[in-house]
C-alpha cells in the first residue's frame, strides 16, 4: 500500500502509510487504541475506501473492488458463529454461498477443520464448544476458501490470557502450515513479539517503526517505540537519551564493576516481587530512574536481595544503551 490515508471529516485515522508485506509472511500492526490499525485494516478488506493512496494485492490495484471480490478474509475478535448451524455449516457456509458443490464442500470443511486442530467436530453447535474452540472455528471458516490473505483485528482479546499465550503459538503454528499471509491487529505488545515475522508500530495514524520482533525490541528507533514495545527505560548522559532494556541491566554486589561494564550508583525506590522475577526501581545519582529485573534463582525471602532504601550499584554493556530520538516520527514532521 502507498500512501494509504483516511479521514472521518476532521479526524485523520490513517495518516499516509506505505507499507509492503510479503506472500506468506506474519506481519503484524501494532499500536495503542485509536492509532488506525482497525481502520487500515479494513481499507484492505475493502469495508472502507481510502481518502487517498493505494493498495495492491498481489500485484493488481484493488481500488473500487467489493471486499467479496477480494482474496482476503477477516476474522474479527466476536467471532460471529451462526448459532443455531452445526461447526461445520458454519465452516462451510462461504463455500455453499459460492455455489461449490456438496461433496466438495464435505471435503474442505473436513481438511480446514483438520488445520485448527478440530477434527470431528462438525456436528457440534457452536454452543457446546469453549471460547478458544470457537475462535478456532472463525478460523477455519475464514481460511476454508483459501485466500491469499487473512486479516485478523485482535482475534483473541476476548480469551484469558493463559488461552490467549496457547492461541499465540498455535496461529503462528497454523499460518506456517496453510501458508496464507496473516496481517494481524493487536494492541499487546507480547502477543506481536511471540508471532511475528514483522512488525508495523502504529502512532496517530501513522507508522514508527517496521522491523522483525527482536530488532523491534533491541533497536527501537525512537521513544515512542523503546516505550510501547517493552518498558520506557530512558535516562540522559551528556546530552543523548539512551534506553536500556531492563534485563540486560545487572544488580552489581561488589563495589566495582567488572570490567567492560558501565556501571552507575543509585539507590532502590521500588520493589516488586513477581514469582518467576523481581522488579527493581532504582533511581540513579546522576539522574533518572531505571527499571530493572532479576530472577528469582534463590528464594527471594532469603534476605539476599536488596530491599527499597538500599543503595545499590548497577551496571550494563555500553552497547546495551541505544541511543534514541526524544520526539516520535509523528512529533518532527508535525513540529
Ligand atoms: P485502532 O484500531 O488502532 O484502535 P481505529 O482505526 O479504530 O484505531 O481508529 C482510528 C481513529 O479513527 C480513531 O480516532 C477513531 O475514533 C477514528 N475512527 C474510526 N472509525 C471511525 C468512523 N467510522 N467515524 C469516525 N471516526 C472513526
Ligand atoms: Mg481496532
Do not use: C
Not at 506472500?23 to 490499525?37: A, V, Y
Not at 475478535?77 to 461433496?103: C, R
Not at 530491599?307 to 554493556?317: M, S, Y
Amino acid at each position: 500500500m502507498a500512501g494509504l490515508t483516511k479521514k472521518y471529516g476532521e479526524v485523520v485515522a490513517v495518516a499516509g502509510i506505505d507499507l509492503e508485506i510479503a506472500r506468506g509472511e506474519f506481519f503484524t500492526m501494532l499500536g495503542p487504541s485509536g492509532s488506525g490499525k482497525t481502520t487500515t485494516l479494513r481499507m484492505i478488506a475493502g469495508f472502507e475506501d481510502p481518502s487517498a493512496g493505494t493498495i495492491e494485492l498481489a500485484g493488481e490495484d484493488v481500488s473500487g473492488v467489493p471486499p467479496y471480490d477480494r482474496a482476503v478474509n477477516t476474522v474479527f475478535q466476536d467471532y460471529a458463529l451462526f448459532p443455531h448451524m452445526t461447526v461445520g455449516d458454519n465452516v462451510a457456509y462461504g463455500l455453499k454461498v459460492a455455489g461449490v458443490d456438496k461433496s466438495e464442500r464435505a471435503k474442505r470443511r473436513d481438511e480446514a477443520l483438520e488445520m485448527v486442530r478440530l477434527p470431528g467436530y462438525a456436528e457440534r453447535k457452536p454452543s457446546e464448544l469453549s471460547g478458544g474452540q470457537r475462535q478456532r472455528v472463525a478460523l477455519a471458516r475464514a481460511i476454508v476458501n483459501r485466500p491469499k490473505v487473512l486479516l485478523l483485528d485482535e482475534p483473541l482479546g476476548a480469551l484469558d490470557l493463559k488461552l490467549r499465550e496457547q492461541m499465540q503459538i498455535e496461529l503462528k503454528t497454523i499460518q506456517r502450515e496453510v501458508g496464507i499471509t496473516f496481517v494481524y491487529v493487536t494492541h499487546d505488545q507480547d502477543e506481536a513479539l511471540t508471532m511475528s515475522d514483522r512488525i508495523a508500530v502504529f502512532s496517530e495514524g501513522r507508522i514508527e517503526q517496521v522491523s522483525p520482533p527482536q530488532e523491534l525490541y533491541e533497536h527501537p528507533v525512537n521513544e515512542f517505540v523503546a516505550g510501547f514495545v517493552g518498558v520506557s527505560n530512558v535516562i540522559e548522559r551528556d546530552g543523548k537519551r539512551l534506553t536500556i532494556r531492563p534485563e540486560k541491566i545487572e544488580l552489581l554486589d561488589s563495589t566495582a564493576a567488572p570490567g567492560g561494564l558501565h556501571s552507575e550508583r543509585g539507590k532502590v525506590v521500588e520493589v516488586a516481587y513477581a514469582g518467576m522475577v523481581t522488579r527493581y526501581t532504582v533511581a540513579l545519582d546522576a539522574g533518572g530512574t531505571l527499571q530493572l529485573v532479576r530472577q528469582n534463582v534463590d528464594s527471594a525471602s532469603s534476605g539476599a536481595l536488596p530491599e527499597q532504601g538500599k543503595e545499590v550499584l548497577v551496571g550494563w554493556r555500553p552497547e546495551h544503551a541505544a541511543s534514541v530520538h526524544g520526539k516520535s516520527t509523528n512529533e518532527e514532521e508535525a513540529s
